[in-house]
């Protein structure tokens, strides 16, 4: 088993940046790939972003690329997700989630483990 919490969301004004972290526990040399997802209030829980196991590939969605970057520290089995140029629409529950097999990022169904999410709310 593998469990996953989130820290780091707040409030915060648009343009400003945030960093959330993700501390991974349990059987963690199991984890192939990592992925951040979010769920703003009434939609669809969406891809943001997502880092293999070395860390060396990593995935984004339109809305994310440029703006934030996923990185990994294996050392302290944490994942980051920096996020900069905050907008309001970005205002969702972030999910940090891990996946056992390989699998396309961008999918829900790639992964396994699920974090009990961290709000991020951005005023205009």
């Known amino acids: 088993q593998v469990q996953l919490v989130e820290s780091g969301g707040g409030l915060v004004q648009a343009g400003d940046s945030l960093r959330l972290s993700c501390a991974i526990s349990g059987r963690t040399f199991s984890l192939s790939v990592m992925g951040w997802f979010r769920q703003a209030p009434g939609k669809e829980r969406e891809f943001v972003a997502g880092i293999g196991r070395n860390g060396e590939n990593t995935y984004y969605s339109d809305s994310a690329k440029g703006r934030f970057t996923i990185s990994r520290e294996n050392v302290k089995n944490t994942v980051y997700l920096l996020m900069s140029s905050l907008k309001p629409e970005d205002t969702a529950v972030y999910y940090c989630?891990?996946?056992?097999?390989?699998?396309?990022?961008?999918?829900?169904?790639?992964?396994?483990?699920w974090g009990q999410g961290t709000l991020v709310t951005v005023s205009s």
């Open positions: 989630t891990a996946g056992t097999n390989w699998g396309p990022p961008t999918m829900k169904a790639t992964y396994d483990y």
